[in-house]
């Protein structure tokens, strides 16, 4: 495909030319769909994430121990950091054992670099040089696109064993500790809606509840006070 | 078609907002090793003090306390176990509506109107160690429980009389006879005044044990109910 610098109005689109901007829409279609997906799947899983945290904060809200936002909030976050502790504690010695090793080997071998494509992790992935993609043409006007080349393709060297082992290691270790920290964010998301749905929404739960009662309710009050009832919190204490 | 077009606008901003989520997670996993140092040297600190972090906040104890209440406020049980003589193989088992002591539940009738405390003990002790009945078979080592062996035996031999040839009725008859000398006393003691137990002032008939014995009365009488364990040879 050539773009024409001197007209820029006059693009000569061919066959070709067209053929391969319809995939390329095709595909930012499907990444849209595809991230789309995967932002759902994010969001449930961390929903999923964030309940946990209605385990450790029942009690003291059915007992009538906390009985204010402020409270509630403090009592909430120190619950989360204490689970976050819990849970991150592990990938996070899992790191450090990476990080010693690593420390240790190196000093001993004078290894450098864990993820060169020659004597690092990158010899056992495929390595494209993105470098060549866009460069100007010899005759100095316009644009040149390239596929990339491809430099390196998988294999064993026996100079890379210390990053074989480093890099699984931290590699593991690194994305355990992100899903813990993703898990602290999601139960923070799910304390302040807690915070905002016990202490704020009563009376308008209350006013259902009551009309359900009464039986003077109207469809919508049958609604939120059905919704209520999975709430964690019930007047008479049941959940 | 509604949904493909909704999917890729929630694709398009889950793209946009991808950058800020992911800086709201770096800095919350930066901030969260801070934490994790934090609290790695205070449970050191807690550890030596013979405390952890695990340790109930105020408000849990304060549930705590209110679930206890609570669960001992619904729960009543029916009996209550007072005490147990292991020697002697008794439990006593008091019922939790009468606050009843074991020395008047074991010596309700036997103790005098000026009892005191020490005297049921004495009383106790004092006939433990008195003299033991002259009988011609061999005693068990607990006499306790001689009530209802004794009694089937004799039921059981008077049903065997039916059925057994007559010659040999008067043969049992003699053994009963003889069985019955053994175990009872010149003096007609009278099954109601004997109670387990009643090691008290008549001390002769301490060990003799009636064949009336009703466990089912005296659970009614005294709201006491008393279970024998299972000797040990």
């Known amino acids: 495909m050539v773009i024409s610098m001197i007209n820029p109005i006059l693009i000569k689109l061919t066959e070709n030319d067209k053929r391969i901007i319809f995939v390329i829409l095709a595909l930012i279609i499907l990444v849209l769909i595809i991230a789309a997906y ?22 003291v809200i059915v007992t009538g121990v906390i009985t204010n936002e402020k409270d509630f909030k403090q009592y909430a976050k120190k619950k989360n950091w204490w689970l976050f502790y819990h849970q991150a504690r592990i990938p996070a010695l899992v790191v450090l054992i990476g990080v010693i ?81 993703q898990a602290f964010i999601a139960r923070q998301l799910q304390i302040m809606k807690l915070s905002q749905k016990i202490f704020n929404e009563q009376i308008e739960r209350y006013v259902a509840n009551q009309n359900v009662q009464n039986g003077t309710y109207s469809q919508n009050d049958y609604n939120a006070a059905e919704e209520n009832m999975g709430d964690i919190i019930n007047k008479n204490g049941s959940k | 078609m509604v949904e493909l077009v909704k999917n ?110 020490d005297e049921p003990e004495e009383i106790v002790f004092e006939e433990l160690n008195r003299e033991e009945p002259q009988i011609s078979e061999p005693i068990e080592e607990e006499t306790n429980k001689e009530v209802e062996p004794i009694q089937i035996e004799k039921e059981e031999d008077k049903i065997l009389d039916n059925f057994v040839n007559e010659p040999m009725k008067e043969e049992t008859k003699i053994e009963e006879i003889q069985t019955d000398n053994s175990f009872i006393n010149n003096d007609n003691i009278v099954a109601e005044e004997i109670k387990i137990g009643d090691y008290g002032h008549n ?14 009365e005296e659970e009614e009488d005294n709201g006491v109910t008393i279970s024998f364990g299972d000797i040990d040879d």
């Open chain 1, 101 to 181: 090793f690593y420390i240790i080997a190196s000093s001993i071998t004078g290894y450098k670099d864990p993820f060169n494509k020659d004597t690092g992790f990158a010899s056992l992935l495929f390595v494209w040089d993105f470098s060549v993609v866009f460069s100007v043409p010899e005759e100095g006007v316009g644009l040149l696109i390239r596929w990339p080349e491809l430099v390196n393709t998988p294999h064993f060297t026996s100079e890379a064993w210390i990053s074989y082992i480093f890099v699984p290691i931290i590699l593991v270790g690194g994305i355990w500790y992100l899903v813990t920290v």
């Open chain 1, 38 to 59: 995967i932002g759902f799947l994010i969001t449930k899983i961390m929903k999923y994430q964030g309940k946990k945290i209605n385990n450790y904060v029942t009690d």
């Open chain 2, 203 to 216: 001390s002769a008939d301490s060990r003799i044990v009636e064949d009336t014995y009703n466990p089912e």
């Open chain 2, 8 to 117: 890729i606008g929630k694709g398009f901003l889950y793209i946009i907002a991808l950058p800020f989520f992911l800086i709201v997670l770096s800095i919350t996993a930066v901030l969260g090793l801070f934490i994790l140092l934090y609290m790695f040297v205070k449970s050191i600190f807690l550890f030596f003090t013979g405390r952890s972090l695990s340790d109930e906040l105020p408000e849990d104890r304060k549930v705590r306390e209110i679930k206890e209440g609570k669960i001992r406020k619904e729960s009543t049980p029916e009996h209550v176990v007072i005490e147990t003589d292991k020697q002697e193989n008794i439990e006593i088992i008091a019922k939790s509506e009468k606050e009843q002591k074991i020395e008047d539940a074991v010596f309700k009738n036997v103790v005098p109107e000026d009892d005191s405390k």
